[in-house]
């Protein structure tokens, strides 16, 4: 089945603990990107990636990392989170040409995150 | 920048009632809309797709026009399910650039 998968689906933890949300597609699409969606302001996007080894700021890419070692993966990495980034967390993915040639993009599940 | 403005939910409606949801946009150049609807504890996923003036998008009963002069791409349905129930959202793709720009989320909630 063709999906996005996201884990963890639910995370508490508390401020400045670095984790990692991970991303993960087997559709072998070369676009993928993370959303956070939060109540009245929808989904903004954090950061993209056109292909391996290319990462591309969002609209809100403060205190957020991400890494595109492999086609099928994009890890979202916290390093040190903050209450602020308390939020429902998207990954994303498009076939090759990303969102500019084809608009849609597939969502994985989603990941809630609170930060303490 | 570019932005998207819906109308504020949540909308309620009995079944079989019409749908209309708002959607204004503002971009440089002539963007792609979309609509998406995301269903309780699911990801987005795409409704219709408009990608130039005039062009209707439409799905599963859903239509949307993508009209220019007024920069808006209304959501709107004849008759609604309980189905239907869930959140929808506006997007824009701008000429240049590789981003969906996403409207602030409508909640629909149909009862029987």
């Known amino acids: 089945e063709a999906q996005v998968t996201q884990n963890p689906r639910y995370l508490i933890t508390v401020t400045g603990k670095k984790l990692t949300v991970t991303c993960s597609q087997n559709?072998?699409?070369?676009?993928m990107s993370w959303y956070r969606q939060d109540p009245g302001l929808g989904l903004r996007q954090i950061y993209y990636?056109?292909?391996?080894?290319?990462?591309d700021k969002g609209d809100v890419p403060e205190g957020y990392k991400v890494s595109r070692k492999e086609k099928r993966n994009f890890p979202l990495i916290l390093e040190s989170p903050s209450p602020n980034q308390t939020s429902l967390y998207f990954c994303?993915?498009?076939?090759?040409?990303?969102?500019?040639?084809?608009?849609?993009?597939?969502f994985g599940p989603g990941t809630r995150l609170l930060v303490l | 920048g570019d932005s998207v403005t819906q109308m504020e939910g949540p909308v309620t409606l009995s079944e079989e009632a019409f749908l209309t949801i708002n959607c204004t946009y503002t971009?440089?150049?002539?963007?792609?809309l979309f609509w998406y609807v995301q269903y309780p504890g699911e990801g987005l996923q795409l409704l219709l797709k408009?990608?130039?003036?005039?062009d209707k998008g439409s799905n599963k009963g859903f239509e949307a026009t993508y009209r220019k002069e007024t920069t808006s791409f209304h959501l709107e349905k004849g008759s609604v399910q309980v189905s239907d129930s869930a959140v929808y959202f506006c997007?824009?793709?701008?000429?240049?650039?590789?981003?969906?720009?996403f409207g602030g989320g409508t909640r629909l909630m149909v009862k029987p």
């Open positions: 971009a440089t150049g002539y963007p792609s």
């Open positions: 559709m072998n699409h070369e676009y």
């Open positions: 990636s056109m292909n391996v080894e290319v990462t």
């Open positions: 997007a824009s793709r701008g000429d240049a650039g590789n981003m969906l720009t």
């Open positions: 994303a993915s498009s076939p090759s040409g990303g969102v500019q040639r084809h608009g849609t993009q597939y």
């Open positions: 408009a990608t130039k003036a005039d």
